[in-house]
Structures are given as C-alpha cells and as structure tokens.
C-alpha cells in the first residue's frame, strides 16, 4: 500500500517553509510511482532535486527518470547514511543550504534499514 502523509505540493499554505510527507510502499512500482511525480514535478518547477536513498533505489529512480536523472543530484545512503546522525546535517541540509537562492528545495531522504 502507498499512502503520502501531507498534502501534495501545491496544496502548502502561503510562507508555509516546509513539508515532510512520508510514503509507504511495497515493491519497486510502488516506490516509483510514489516518487518520481514528486521528482519531476520539481524538475519543471526548475528547482534543484536532490535523492538520498539507498542504492538499489537509486538505480531504480535513474533509469525510470532516463535523461532526467542528470539534472537530480543523486546520493547513496548505503554510503552517506550509514552514521544516522550525519543524514541530515551532512546531507539534506548541506544539498539546501548549497541552494538558498531557490524559492524551493525538493529532496527525498530515505535512510538504511
């Protein structure tokens, strides 16, 4: 089962500065189709895109995003989240801070099991 927990982008109040969505899923098309609306969406917006998951997810967003996927900047957690307190600091606020002059950021982070 999918569920996103938080509305959709659009839905954000006005100078509401962030939203932090969870997703549930089962199986690669799952996981597809619940993340790479939400990549893409931030592509034709032209904000910058960050993905922080592990490997095989990562490959698995690649080559479903094709060309695209050069535009993302792409991080494996298998090796940037192995140190759970460094994923936040180290990796999703250091992708934001390095484009503050975006009016929007999106990243999805998801850690190591």
């Known amino acids: 089962m999918t569920r996103d927990i938080g509305g959709r982008p659009g839905d954000l109040p006005i100078g509401d500065p962030f939203r932090h969505p969870a997703l549930f899923y089962s199986g690669d098309r799952e996981y597809l189709d619940g993340t790479l609306s ?3 969406a931030g592509l034709e917006a032209g904000d910058p895109v960050a993905v922080a998951v592990p490997g095989r997810n990562l490959d698995l967003l690649r080559a479903a995003l094709g060309q695209d996927a050069t535009a993302v900047h792409m991080v494996d957690m298998c090796e940037e989240g192995r140190n759970p307190g460094r994923i936040i600091p180290a990796v999703l606020a250091a992708f934001a801070d390095s484009h503050r002059a ?4 999106w990243l999805i982070g998801e850690p190591i099991l």
């Open 102 to 105: 975006a009016a929007r950021v």
């Open 38 to 40: 939400f990549v893409r």
